[in-house]
């Protein structure tokens, strides 16, 4: 079986340092600040520990604040799901002066996307790559070691008509 991320490394959620900051904004909203640090190694060799200490706050602009968010299904009945806008953020990696981070972050999961000079990493819960139930492990990885395979699955993704995806009565039929 072929491997979808050559290099990665599993972090116990333990070994994610965090501390968190409330500072009130001018327009009365509160921002979350967050302070992450842990460490990662992208190869196999065990001199290559990389640090990261990353400088969260919340990102208010990515939701308007009458965004819902509502499933649809399959007979065509809708169901809202609660967005807590406080739990997505926006931040950089601390010491490094180009990099941006994008991180969602609740009671039980944690998933960022980190650029910097150097590379790009994610971090993801590992419940979404194993048969495993989720434990509070993450995946933590380098975009550029995610195995490009040459058949239509890629890491668990199969190819289908869009068609499928939608409920029949809401489906745009040619004329």
Not at 80 to 96: A, D, P
Request: with cysteine; aromatic share 10%.
């Amino acid at each position: 079986e072929e491997k979808c991320v050559l290099y990665f490394s599993v972090l116990p959620h333990a070994n994610l340092q965090t501390h968190s900051v409330r500072r009130r904004d001018v327009q009365t909203q509160t921002h979350v600040e967050r302070h992450l640090s842990f460490t990662h190694c992208d190869s196999p060799f065990l001199t290559c520990a990389r640090h990261f200490r990353l400088y969260l706050r919340t990102n208010t602009e990515l939701f308007t604040e009458d965004f819902r968010a509502v499933f649809m299904d399959e007979d065509g009945q809708e169901d809202s799901y609660e967005v807590n806008r406080q739990n997505f953020f926006n931040g950089h990696v601390i010491g490094e002066e180009n990099s941006r981070v994008q991180a969602h972050i609740d009671d039980n999961n944690f998933s960022a996307h980190i650029l910097t000079d150097k590379a790009e990493y994610n971090i993801e819960p590992l419940w979404r790559f194993t048969a495993a139930p989720p434990d509070g492990h993450l995946l933590v990885y380098r975009s550029e070691d995610i195995s490009r395979l040459v058949s239509p699955k890629v890491c668990g993704y199969v190819k289908t008509d869009y068609n499928d995806l939608l409920p029949e009565s809401v489906r745009i039929r040619p004329p």
